[in-house]
């Protein structure tokens, strides 16, 4: 049974951020004042929320160029951290016709492919409509709270030519994190042939998720195999393409999301960039870049849907490795940059 809505002011807990840097010195828990609902907007009592690595670039404001996109230049524009927020909704904005209050939702609180705080690690946040989704039942807040940017990066990043198709063989390199499981499950739900690459304790979890063979990085170099892959999802984006060609098909697709491992792979100032923009120059030439510079992402409202559809049909079931209380953010985001995570962290007020 839904709770009973009730009309919401005054004060709320949050974690809260006036400058960049290390988490553990710059998040800490406070009261500030109930966001208000504006007219396309859905006020949600957030019951669950995740953390993930956009999370982290944005509290230490590294690399300094997303700084530029929309996240502030000295300090963040919103000092609430947090993107991704599974919860009920408390009340709606007089434009909004999805939503009604006492409804189970789950989305991501930013409008567009921005690198800023969206005020998700609190008890309340407000979210544009066209960013939410209804939680179908059988998923938990907890999976609810941990599918959209992973799973939104996921479907961005499978338009076009690198749709996956019935009977081909993938690779996810990095199987084992947030971006990577769900990816794994795409691939099989789509009927593909699914290896997953990632350190010796997440094998298990891959294996678990459907995947048809795991290889361990730490003792073998899948590049020198003798196996053929039709793609190749570099989550981990830690792979040259000049290795990965010993391992693609002739019509072979690379795909890097550009994880810059917490800033130990890239430059504080422009992270992966350089690496995107050097690929950009030289798709023309490469087949295997074919369509990878497409940094169109699919309308959110319809992405949402179709995450929700592979939930609803059990197709995607998120993995949770560890939920820590509001309280321990910086903590999260600590276990979060050590790599050891096998799926998501989960956030909970």
């Known amino acids: 049974m839904f709770p009973t809505p009730q009309v919401v002011s005054g004060k709320m807990k949050a974690i809260i ?20 609902t504006g007219d396309d907007e859905v006020l949600v009592r957030v019951r669950a929320a995740s953390v993930h690595a956009d999370v982290w670039h944005v509290v230490t404001g590294r690399p300094y160029v997303l700084r530029l996109m929309g996240g502030g230049f ?13 919860g009920y909704v408390e009340s709606v904005g007089k434009n909004v016709t999805t939503f009604r209050p006492g409804d189970e939702v789950f989305g991501e609180t930013i409008k567009l492919m921005q690198w800023i705080n969206g005020g998700a690690f609190a008890e309340y946040v407000s979210i544009s409509e066209s960013a939410l989704a209804l939680k179908p039942q059988g998923i938990s807040f907890e999976q609810a709270a941990s599918v959209p940017t992973s799973g939104l990066i996921a479907l961005m990043n499978l338009q076009g ?22 990816v794994v499950q795409l691939a099989k739900a789509a009927g593909a042939s699914v290896t997953g690459v990632d350190s010796t304790r997440k ?26 892959y039709d793609l190749i999802f570099d989550v981990a984006s830690n792979l040259s393409l000049s290795a990965c060609k010993r391992a693609f098909t002739p019509k072979g697709i690379y795909v890097l999301i550009g994880h810059d491992h917490y800033g130990a792979a890239s430059g504080r100032i422009f992270g992966s960039i350089p690496r995107f923009i050097k690929l950009m120059m030289i798709s023309p030439f490469v087949d295997h870049l074919s369509g990878e510079m497409n940094f169109a992402p699919p309308a959110k409202k319809d992405s949402m849907a179709v995450l929700r559809e592979l ?16 309280s321990e953010v910086p903590q999260a985001l600590s276990y979060l940059q050590s790599g050891q995570a096998c799926g998501k962290i989960v956030i909970t007020p």
């Open 17 to 36: 951020q006036t400058k960049y840097g290390s988490p553990a010195e710059v998040l800490r828990l406070g009261e500030i004042d109930i966001p208000a």
């Open 311 to 326: 939930l609803a049909t059990g197709k995607l079931t998120p993995v949770i490795d560890k939920t820590f209380p509001l």
């Open 161 to 182: 030519q690198r749709k996956i198709q019935p009977g081909q063989k993938v690779l996810i390199n990095g199987a084992g994190g947030g971006v990577g499981s769900i």
């Open 74 to 86: 000295s300090k963040p524009q919103n000092p609430v951290p947090g993107t991704d927020v599974a």
């Open 203 to 228: 094998l298990e979890m891959i294996r678990a998720l459907g995947a048809d063979q795991v290889i361990d990085y730490t003792k073998q170099d899948f590049t020198r195999l003798g196996e053929r």
